[in-house]
């Protein structure tokens, strides 16, 4: 059986329709995935700036009266990313969360009274010193003041240390 030449080209017309639909198909995927790509490119090169509000750190926080703190405890903020240290002679430190080694945070442990690092385990006693490496320096501090018995804490600018100063502590 022959087929006419009518035949022929309506049989061969769904075959190039879809091979124009896969062609546009691809360059529109491709279009896709490029833009795509610009926009990650794009976000890197140019990321968004955080907006500074009270739950994030560069405020001052405030902890709460002097009185309500027990002698020799640590207690954690975790608003400001800080720990608020009272020591046993009842003077006040603040201590980032942070391991100095690898930015680990940090956690206090009660029943050793010391803080341990849970990625490499360097330790830190109640005034943020290093007790075992592999941590280079003591935990970074925060500035504290104490207004009218309330305890303040600001956390805009972490000062590093290279050790232990009674002159950080802050009294009432």
């Not at 329709?17 to 529109?28: A, D, E, H, P, T």
């Not at 490119?41 to 739950?55: C, G, H, V």
């Not at 902890?63 to 207690?75: P, W």
């Amino acid at each position: 059986m022959m087929m006419t030449k009518d035949q022929k080209e309506k049989s061969a017309q769904p075959v190039e329709g879809r091979r124009s639909f896969l062609k546009k198909l691809w360059i529109g995927l491709g279009i896709v995935a490029l833009a795509e790509m610009l926009g990650v490119i794009a976000a890197y090169l140019w990321p968004k700036k955080q907006k500074a509000d009270a739950e994030t750190p560069g405020k001052i926080i405030t902890a709460g009266a002097a009185e309500k703190f027990e002698k020799d405890s640590v207690t954690a903020f975790r608003r400001g990313q800080f720990y608020l240290i009272c020591l046993d002679d009842g003077g006040f430190m603040a201590l980032s969360r942070k391991c100095t080694h690898l930015g680990c945070t940090v956690p206090w442990v009660a029943s050793e009274k010391k803080f341990i690092c849970p990625c490499h385990s360097s330790v830190f006693d109640i005034s943020g010193a290093v007790v075992k490496s592999p941590a280079p320096r003591p935990l970074d501090m925060f500035a504290v003041m104490i207004e009218n018995g309330i305890v303040k804490v600001d956390t805009g600018k972490k000062t590093k240390r290279s050790g232990f100063d009674p002159s950080q502590v802050v009294y009432l």
